[in-house]
């Protein structure tokens, strides 16, 4: 109560409310864990993708010609498309793997390959797509982050 005359009212909770946002704007600028784990699921795609031969998400990868067939079969070479030495499919789909451009900030990710062959491959051959559902999948893997950081904020 104020003094005579006066009416005073007191917000409850103020104190804790701002700590939380506090701690949720420290998590959303140091995100990294959530960054880590949508590089993840964008690798686990990428091997779902090259596993349906592009077929997952829509549409298909262009059949190989009848020539580099047989020129897979004469070198042993794997025989699904987009497979014949897995460099490719291995740069974009196993952590850590050579030719791989795998780069995690606090706010993006980038993946793709170093392969020489790859811009042609992506421009034939659609390897690095998302669908929609992806995208919602890696938005809520960073939702929940963030809200898991709220949940957890200490409160004084």
Request: proline residues 4%; aromatic residues 6%.
């Amino acid at each position: 109560m104020g003094a005579p005359g006066q009416l005073q009212i007191k917000v409850e909770g103020i104190d804790k409310t701002q700590l939380r946002l506090a701690t949720m704007g420290r998590a959303a600028s140091m995100s990294m864990p959530a960054m880590v784990m949508v590089s993840n699921e964008m690798l686990r795609i990428e091997r779902a993708t090259f596993d349906s031969e592009g077929r997952r998400g829509g549409g298909s990868w262009a059949r190989d010609t009848d020539a580099w067939m047989i020129s897979k079969q004469r070198r042993n070479l794997d025989p699904r498309i987009g497979h014949a030495r897995l460099a490719l499919r291995d740069s974009v789909s196993q952590l850590g793997a050579p030719n791989q451009i795998l780069r995690l900030t606090p706010k993006s990710v980038t993946l793709g390959s170093h392969l020489p062959y790859a811009a042609t491959e992506q421009k034939h051959r659609p390897f690095l797509k998302f669908t929609a559902s992806d995208r919602e999948k890696m938005n809520l893997i960073i939702s929940e982050y963030l809200k898991a950081v709220w949940d957890l904020a200490v409160i004084a």
